[in-house]
């Protein structure tokens, strides 16, 4: 999905490198294992942060949470969790199989409904540490029977998204801009991404309706906001400064996403701007007027 280079940033079909703490895409070929070494993580601290995830059938395009080495996840819980952008009781409850009254108690001195971003809480989760005694006690005395031959772990490649559906044109995301890199190969022949000048304080709206998938941080990216719309269209909004919108928020066109950030490799203060079509970068100017 997203990644960048010391020197410009750029949009690529893969991560260049992994950031314990953050959210990360699956791109062709990964598996936990290399995940978890990229990362610097135990393999099972990323596994138990990750209950919902099918280690033998990864998807391109899922989503992992590779936690930073601050959080635990003890066998049968309290997990130490690091809140996150967005992050609620309720949600981490989901996530975690647990409920938000357990979370609340477990940490009686916070306050949910003013949580800070990089703040540790416990997780105690449902069932507790008996659930997880038994569940080793019934797997040793389950006869060892031979386990079959896994399926390979690695990602498939994305499937032909088809032609771009019809539609009316889209507005640009500034009011405001100047096109200082078009989307397009440079001379290695790596993808970059549409560039976009602006000044201080200039506001980045959304295109199209949709639905915000991703708002938070990413490695030499800053803040980034991804959205989905309809016809399996995304756009990505990053060197954000400011984010407006919320992660799981549905918005309509025209609606703030974030705040443009100044760049300390272009002196500028640039909005990186990229189109994706079933999860494949296109040029933008396909779609906006």
Known sequence: MLSGCANSPRISSGYTSVLAG????????????????????????LQRFNPGVDARHL????????PSRRERAPSGGPYRYQIRPGDTY?????RFGTTAGRIR?????LDPADLDV?????????????TAVATRSTRQSTPAQRKP???????????????????????WPLDDYRVVRAFGRDKRGALQPMLLAAKRGDVAHAVADGDVRFA?????????VIVHHDGNLQTVYALCDKLEVREGQTIAA???????????????????????????PIDPRKVLR
């Open 59 to 66: 998807r391109i395009g899922q989503r992992i949470l590779v």
């Open 90 to 94: 309720t949600a981490v409850a989901r």
């Open 105 to 109: 108690a477990a940490n009686p001195g």
């Open 216 to 224: 938070s941080t990413m490695r030499q990216l800053g803040h980034v």
């Open 22 to 45: 953050n959210w990360v895409t699956i791109r062709s070929g990964d598996t936990l294992g290399e995940i978890a070494r990229r990362a610097g993580v135990p393999l099972v601290r």
């Open 149 to 171: 031959k896994p399926k390979s772990t690695r990602a498939v490649s994305l499937p032909d998204p088809g032609p771009l559906p019809k539609q009316r044109a889209w507005p």
């Open 254 to 280: 025209g609606t703030p996403v974030c705040t443009v950030g100044y760049s300390n490799v272009t002196h500028r203060y640039d909005l990186l701007f990229d189109v994706r079509h079933g999860g494949k």
């Open 118 to 130: 990089g703040q540790l809480v416990r997780v105690p989760l449902s069932g507790g540490t008996r």
